[in-house]
C-alpha cells in the first residue's frame, strides 16, 4: 500500500501486539510448563561400550567405498570430490584394461574434515561411496584420520541394508 500522496509505502500490521503479548510473558510461562513437563518423564542413559547403538538403515556414519567381488565399484569420475562441500575427499584416477576401463589409484578421505553431509553417496552414479552404519571414529594424530582405500573399501554383503534403503529411497 502506499500514501495519499502516493510516494512511501505504509506497513500496515494485520494485528497489533497486546499488552501481554508485548511483555513475552505467556511465551515464557508456554516455555516453563514445556521444560517442567519434560522433567518428570523417564530417562535413560545407554551404558555405551557394553550397550551398542544400532543405527537405522538411514544413519549416516562413516563414507565407505563398496567392494563387489574383491573389486571396487569406484570409476574414478570424481563427482564425489567436487560436491563435497568440505573439500575432504581426494581422487586420482588411472585407465585399465578391464571392463570398467577406469579406477582410483588414490582415493582419501580426510575424516577430519567429512561433516558426514551424504553429498557424496548422492552423487555417485555407481552407488561405489554410501555412508555405512559405523558411527566410531578414534584418532590420535592427524595423520590417522587420512582413511585411505585400505580403510575405506567394504563389502556389499555387509552394507547390503543400506544398500536397499537407497535403492528404496530413490
Given at each position: 500500500?502506499?500514501?495519499?500522496?502516493?510516494?512511501?509505502?505504509?506497513?500496515?500490521?494485520?494485528?497489533d501486539?497486546?499488552?501481554w503479548?508485548?511483555?513475552?510473558?505467556?511465551?515464557?510461562?508456554?516455555?516453563?510448563?514445556?521444560?517442567?513437563?519434560?522433567?518428570?518423564?523417564?530417562?535413560?542413559?545407554?551404558?555405551?561400550?557394553?550397550?551398542?547403538?544400532?543405527?537405522?538403515?538411514?544413519?549416516?556414519?562413516?563414507?565407505?567405498?563398496?567392494?563387489?567381488?574383491?573389486v571396487?565399484?569406484?570409476?574414478?569420475?570424481?563427482?564425489?570430490?567436487?560436491?563435497?562441500?568440505a573439500?575432504?575427499?581426494?581422487?586420482?584416477a588411472?585407465?585399465?584394461?578391464?571392463?570398467?576401463?577406469?579406477?582410483?589409484?588414490?582415493?582419501?578421505?580426510n575424516?577430519?574434515?567429512?561433516?558426514?553431509?551424504?553429498?557424496?553417496e548422492?552423487?555417485?552414479?555407481?552407488?561405489?561411496?554410501?555412508?555405512?552404519?559405523?558411527?566410531?571414529?578414534?584418532?590420535?594424530?592427524?595423520?590417522?584420520?587420512?582413511?585411505?582405500?585400505?580403510?575405506?573399501?567394504?563389502?556389499a554383503?555387509?552394507?547390503?541394508?543400506?544398500?536397499?534403503?537407497?535403492?528404496?529411497?530413490?
Amino acid at each position: 500500500m502506499t500514501n495519499s500522496n502516493g510516494s512511501q509505502p505504509v506497513q500496515v500490521r494485520s494485528k497489533d501486539l497486546s499488552f501481554w503479548q508485548r511483555t513475552y510473558i505467556p511465551e515464557i510461562v508456554k516455555g516453563m510448563a514445556l521444560t517442567m513437563s519434560q522433567i518428570f518423564k523417564p530417562k535413560f542413559t545407554r551404558q555405551y561400550p557394553e550397550e551398542r547403538f544400532n543405527p537405522q538403515p538411514s544413519y549416516r556414519g562413516r563414507p565407505v567405498l563398496v567392494e563387489e567381488e574383491g573389486v571396487e565399484r569406484c570409476v574414478a569420475c570424481g563427482l564425489c570430490a567436487r560436491v563435497c562441500p568440505a573439500l575432504a575427499i581426494e581422487v586420482q584416477a588411472s585407465e585399465t584394461e578391464l571392463v570398467k576401463e577406469r579406477y582410483p589409484v588414490k582415493f582419501e578421505i580426510n575424516m577430519l574434515r567429512c561433516i558426514f553431509c551424504g553429498f557424496c553417496e548422492e552423487a555417485c552414479p555407481e552407488e561405489a561411496i554410501i555412508m555405512s552404519d559405523e558411527y566410531e571414529l578414534v584418532f590420535t594424530n592427524p595423520e590417522q584420520a587420512i582413511y585411505g582405500k585400505d580403510k575405506l573399501l567394504m563389502s556389499a554383503d555387509r552394507l547390503r541394508t543400506r544398500l536397499e534403503f537407497l535403492r528404496q529411497a530413490r
